[in-house]
Each structure stands twice: as C-alpha cells, then as structure tokens.
C-alpha cells in the first residue's frame, strides 16, 4: 500500500515546507530560488516576477529540478520551458494554481495600461536648497575641500532642521550631519552621501554611492541615528542624486543604473526607479539614459525630473 504523496507534489505547498536558496534576480527583475523539500529532499525552481506598475501582474512558477542542477537568474526561465511541466500561480492567473508546460509567461498583465507617460515641460525646476548662514560655516570646518567632493544639502519638509555631507580626505572619511549634530561617517574618501527626508521629517535616508567599493545602497534613519535598514542594495555604482520621497511616504523616486556599460565597469545609463518602501521592490519609471534628473514629486502622483538627454525637463505620472 502506498503512503500519502509529499506535500510538496502539490501546486499548493505551503512555503513553510521549503528551505530556500536566493539565486538572484534577472533582467525582467524577477526572482529566482532553489527550494529544497524538508520532506522529500526534492529541489525546486522557483521564479516570481511581479511588475509593480500592472495590476494582476503578479505570478509565481514551481518545476523540479534534479540535486546540482546548474541555475542561474538568468537560465531559469530556459530551465522551466525545458521542463515537462511545472506549477504556477499568482494573481496574473486569477490566484488559481495550475500545471503547465512550454515557456513560462513574462509579460504584463493584458488589461494594464502605461504607469506612467513622459511630457515635455517648460517651466524650471526649483532651486536646490542651500545651507543657511549659521551651519555654512560649521560645515566649511567640518570639510578639507576636496575638490571631487560635491556637498549636498537637504531641507526637512518644515524646513526647520538640514541635513548635509562633509569629507575629509586625510580622515577618509564622508560624514553626514543633521544641523550640528553627526549622524553617521562612513569609511572611504570616495564615497557620496545623499541625504533626504522622508515627507513627514520624522525619518532620514540615505542613498550612498561607494565608487571605490562599487557598490550603492538606500538605509533609511527613523530615528536618525544607528545603523538603520537598507532597503536597496546594487553591485553597481547607480547615480549620486538625492533621492525623492512620495508625499504619501510609500514610494522613494531614485536613479538607478540598469545595466553596465561594459563586462569591465560597474557604471552605466541611469534610469528613474520607484521603490516601495513597505516591501523593497522596484520597478523603471523609464529607459536607461531617458532622464538624469533632480527629482521633486509635484503632488502625491506626479513625478518631476529635471532634465533629459534633450535638456527638457520631464513629468511622470506614477502609480500611489
């Protein structure tokens, strides 16, 4: 007589039945994962690809895969078309798990329309802020003067407290300050700090571009001090502009390089990205090298960036 089937032969197996290993993720942005059976000790690919921007996007595939199986984020869509079949699933599919075959769907959902669309505008962008008379000269001692170092400058919504970078090359050292009073110092005398308030001024973040680490990350500071959460982390160098944070507090507006320009760099075209702040997802709001920015939110759902390749100032209508 044979015992029941292993739970996870099932198009419904609760995660908690899986160990998880993260491969990464692909250019479509979705990610990948070998999730072992504690049961069985089966393997299974694992690909869930949600594109943020399209309602009933989201969507999820399951196919087993033998012990050593070489997968990568970028092999695993080939690797699930090959398979004789697999489970998916998601609100893509109208929540309802099935089996299927052949290649795995990546499009967006059908009913979706653009998140957003691009106009030409004419009007200037507002000035950056400057600090006031009383910290310029604090921050003046505070920086040796390095010339590749560019200060930058953030203003709490009701303007009653600043936060601003200084560098000290012979320390090296980037340090970021909240009116007199330092925040954090961060190692390397490369490095740019970003600052920039949430819409509330009760949290601070920062977005640091590490060129001699090649590396950039997103922390956000609630309580303006510690190590804080990162909620985005790249192997790239993504470009050192402050950061926009929705009046609504659940979307962060920031540039990020896509994609290197070579195998030998770790720099590229940098694109605008809307990160949600609950989950860490984010998705393009445009094409790489389309808009170089500042960013500024013009009301809770339109987007503001500062220049094109064209040297006009664009307008995104994004998703809240």
């Not at 599919?93 to 030409?120: D, I, M, V």
């Not at 802020?129 to 920086?143: C, H, I, T, V």
């Not at 977005?207 to 804080?228: C, K, N, T, W, Y």
């Not at 702040?277 to 920015?293: D, I, N, S, W, Y």
Request: aromatic share 10%; proline share 10%.
């Amino acid at each position: 007589m044979m015992g029941p089937a292993c739970p996870c032969l099932d198009a419904l197996a609760p995660s908690s039945q899986f160990e998880r290993t993260f491969l990464g993720a692909d250019d479509l942005y979705g990610e990948a994962s070998v999730a072992h059976c504690k049961t069985c000790g089966r393997d299974w690919l694992h690909y869930c690809l949600t594109y943020e921007a399209f309602t009933g996007s989201g969507r999820w595939f399951r196919g087993q895969v033998g012990a050593g199986a070489d997968l990568s984020p970028r092999n695993v869509l080939l690797v699930l078309s090959h398979l004789p079949g697999y489970f998916a699933g998601g609100s893509f599919y109208g929540g309802q798990a099935h089996r299927r075959s052949g290649p795995a769907e990546t499009r967006e959902a059908p009913s979706a329309g653009p998140a957003f669309r691009a106009l030409p505008l004419d009007r200037p962008m507002p000035a950056s802020p400057g600090l006031p008379p009383a910290l310029r000269d604090f921050a003046a001692e505070q920086d040796d003067g390095d010339p590749q170092f560019e200060p930058h400058v953030a203003a709490c919504p009701d303007g009653t407290r600043w936060a601003f970078t200084t560098r000290r090359v012979e320390d090296g050292l980037s340090s970021v300050w909240v009116d007199r009073r330092l925040v954090t110092e961060i190692p390397g005398s490369a490095v740019h700090p970003c600052p920039f308030w949430s819409p509330d001024g009760r949290q601070l973040g920062l977005f640091v571009v590490h060129l001699e680490q090649e590396r950039s990350a997103m922390i956000l500071l609630p309580d303006l001090r510690g190590e804080g959460e990162i909620v985005y982390e790249s192997a790239l160098v993504d470009f050192p502009e402050s950061p926009a944070w929705s009046p609504s507090g659940r979307s962060i507006a920031f540039l990020r390089t896509r994609a290197p320009r070579h195998e030998f760099t770790r720099t590229g075209e940098p694109e605008v990205t809307i990160l949600d702040v609950a989950t860490g997802e984010h998705f393009p709001a445009c094409g790489a090298g389309e808009a170089l920015g500042p960013l500024r939110w013009a009301d809770a759902r339109t987007l503001d960036v500062g220049g094109s390749p064209t040297g006009r100032r664009l307008e995104f209508f994004v998703p809240v």
